[in-house]
């Protein structure tokens, strides 16, 4: 009678260990990705903050009358790296999943591509630089579309 007690007795035990162990692990990973969704969506805003002062920044030079070509050209050549879009775009690349990762250079080059319109003496308003800008809208909208749903996967 006695070990049949001793042995109810540590089934009991080895069960409250294993529940608590399970729920806990439950907690742990349900924190962890919490906090990975957390990380992703801040360096999801982070990377499309970059891309929009980048592309404000182009934007209003391009529309400048009051500026030659050679000086629209010299206000947007390093605008990309000085408002920090590629060091956004390394970060988001250690989050993100592949296909997020894929549209945000992407759109980092329709960015360039705007850029680079700007930069070969095209004011905004010229055909030129409406489809690059055009284009870097296309897919920034595409990202940002890649980027929610991955947010709502992973709650």
Not at 90 to 101: F, R
Not at 136 to 155: C, G, H, T, V
Request: charged share 30%; proline share 2%.
């Amino acid at each position: 009678m006695q070990w049949t007690a001793i042995v109810a007795t540590a089934i009991g035990a080895v069960i409250g260990v294993v529940s608590t162990l399970t729920a806990d692990h439950v907690r742990w990973r349900r924190d962890l990705s919490e906090r990975d969704r957390d990380a992703m969506r801040t360096s999801y805003a982070q990377y499309v903050e970059a891309l929009t002062q980048a592309r404000d920044e182009i934007t209003q030079t391009s529309r400048d009358p009051g500026l030659t070509a050679e000086q629209r050209a010299e206000n947007v050549r390093t605008v990309i790296g000085r408002h920090g879009v590629y060091a956004r775009q390394h970060q988001l690349e250690l989050t993100a999943p592949v296909k997020v990762v894929r549209l945000a250079i992407n759109a980092a080059n329709e960015l360039a591509g705007y850029r680079d319109s700007v930069i070969n003496g095209f004011m905004r308003e010229d055909p030129e630089c409406v489809e690059a800008r055009r284009a870097y809208r296309e897919a920034r909208y595409r990202l940002i579309d890649a980027m929610r749903f991955s947010l709502e996967r992973r709650s």
